[in-house]
C-alpha cells in the first residue's frame, strides 16, 4: 500500500483540502478527506481524476502546423493527412504513437479511445500479423503509460459504396467478415480493451443492410464508436444513397445505443437530436480538431437535455489539451447563441472523467473514490493561468491547460512529472522530423 497526502482534491461530491489517499493494486483502498496532519507522501496543488480522451488518430499529430498555408477545406486537409498516412510501418508508428501518447499523459490523460483505420501495408496486403499496426499502438500506450481502448475501425468504401482508392486501401478489410475475424485475433489485457467503430456511413457498401447487422451483432457489450454528420456533404451522401440521415440509418439497424459513441455529431436534425438521446448515446466533441477544419459547432446542449452523454477528444491533435476542450464546448455555445451559461463546470469535468472512461469500456475509472482505479492528475495551482482562481472545478475548466499538469499517475503508477516535459517534445520532434524527411 502506498499513501498520499493531497492537497486539494476534487471528489464526487466537490472540492476537498487534504485528502488521505491509499493505493493498493493500482486501485484507491481508501478515500479520507479532512486529513490534518500526515507522513504520507504529499501532492501540492489541484488533483482531479484522469482525464479520457475519447477520440484519437495518433498519425494525425504529424499534422500540427502543417496545413495552415492555404485555405483550404476539410477535403484538402484529408489530402495531407493521407500523405502521412502512406508513410508508416508498424516500427515508425510505434516510435509516433508512442511519442504521442506521451504528450497526452504529460496533459493528465490517462486513457486513449484510438480510432484506427490505418490497419494494412501500402498497397493494401495485410502484414505477416494483419493486426500490426494495432498491435505497436496498444505497446506505444503500455511504453508511454496510460490505458487504451484500440476502436479497430470498418472501412468498406470510399464513399457509400465506391471501392476505396489510393492510400485508402490500407484501412480497407476485404470484407466485414474478414474485418470482424482479425479484430477477433486481438486479445484484450488489464490496460487494453479492444473495440469496434465504423468509420462513418460514407465507408459502408452500397446495400449496407448485412454489414450494419454484422457490426450490431458483434458490437454486443462492447463501445462502438462512428464518425457521425460530421460535415454536411456527408448528410447529404447519405441522403442520396440512403434516404435517410446517418443517424437514422443506424438507428434504423439497431447501432445506437447506450454502449454507442456518435463522434462530432455536428450536423444533426431535430430527429437525430432525439434518437441519439432516446438511446443514452454518447457524444464525442471534439472542438479544437472541428474549429481548425472549420467543421462547425455541434449541439452539444441540446443532446445532453435529450438524454446524450457528452465526452471528449483531440482527435487530430491540433492540439492535446482535454482543458480547452472542455471549456471550448461551453465557449462554442456562447458564441453561436449569443448567451452564456450552458454548461456548469462539473458537468464538463464529468464528461472528460467519468462519462469519457465510460464510453471506452473503463467504468471502474474516472473519479478519486474507493475502488476505482488510482488515476491522479495534479496541476499547479500557482502558475500565470492557475493562480488566484479558486483551486475548483472552475480552475480545472476556465483557467488551466496542458502545462499546468505537474504529475499524472495511472493505475497506482506515476507516469509523468512536469520535469519531463522537455523530454516528451524531444520526442515527438524526432519521431515527426523522420516522416516527414
Known sequence: MTTYLLERALLPDGVHDDVLVDVVDGRFAAVEPGVLASAAERLPGLTIPGLANTHSHAFHRALR?????????????????????????????????????????????TCVGEF?????????????????????????????????????????SSGFG?????????????????????????????????????????????????????????????????????????????????????????????????????????????????????????????????????????PSRRLADAGARLTLGSDSHAVIDLFEEMRAVELDERLVSQQRGHWQASELVEAATVSGHA?????????IEVGQRADLVTLDTQSPRTAGTGSDEHTVVFAAVAEDVVSTMVDGRFVFSAGERGEVGHALAQAIGRIWT
Do not use: K
Request: proline fraction near 6%; aromatic fraction near 6%; include cysteine.
Open 116 to 156: 484506427h483505420y490505418l490497419h494494412h501495408r501500402p498497397d493494401g496486403r495485410p502484414y505477416d500479423d494483419p493486426n500490426a499496426m494495432g498491435l505497436a499502438l496498444v505497446e506505444a500506450a503500455r511504453v508511454a503509460g496510460l490505458r487504451i481502448t484500440l476502436l479497430d475501425t470498418l472501412y468498406l
Open 359 to 367: 464510453s471506452l469500456g473503463w467504468a471502474d475509472a474516472g473519479s
Open 162 to 298: 465506391a471501392p476505396p482508392e489510393g492510400v485508402q486501401v490500407r484501412y480497407a478489410d476485404a470484407s466485414a467478415h474478414a474485418w470482424r475475424d482479425r479484430v477477433d485475433a486481438l486479445t484484450p489485457t488489464d490496460t487494453a480493451i479492444v473495440a469496434g467503430a465504423l468509420h462513418s456511413v460514407r465507408a459502408l457498401p452500397a446495400d449496407p443492410g448485412n454489414t450494419l447487422a454484422l457490426l450490431a451483432d458483434w458490437a454486443t457489450d462492447r463501445p462502438l464508436h462512428v464518425h457521425l454528420s460530421e460535415q454536411v456533404a456527408e448528410n447529404d451522401g447519405c441522403r442520396s444513397a440512403h434516404g435517410v440521415t446517418p443517424t437514422r440509418l443506424l438507428a434504423d439497424h439497431g447501432l445506437l445505443g447506450p454502449l454507442t459513441s456518435a463522434v462530432h455529431a455536428t450536423h444533426l436534425s431535430e430527429e437525430d437530436i432525439a434518437l441519439l438521446g432516446g438511446a443514452t448515446a454518447f457524444v464525442s466533441f471534439c472542438p479544437t480538431t472541428e474549429r481548425d477544419l472549420g467543421d462547425g459547432v455541434g
Open 65 to 109: 502546423g502543417r496545413t495552415q498555408h492555404e485555405r483550404g477545406s476539410f477535403w484538402t486537409w484529408r489530402e495531407q493527412m493521407y500523405a502521412v498516412a502512406e508513410r508508416l510501418d508498424p516500427d515508425s508508428y510505434l516510435t509516433l504513437a508512442t511519442a504521442v501518447f506521451r504528450e497526452m499523459v504529460a496533459a493528465g490523460i
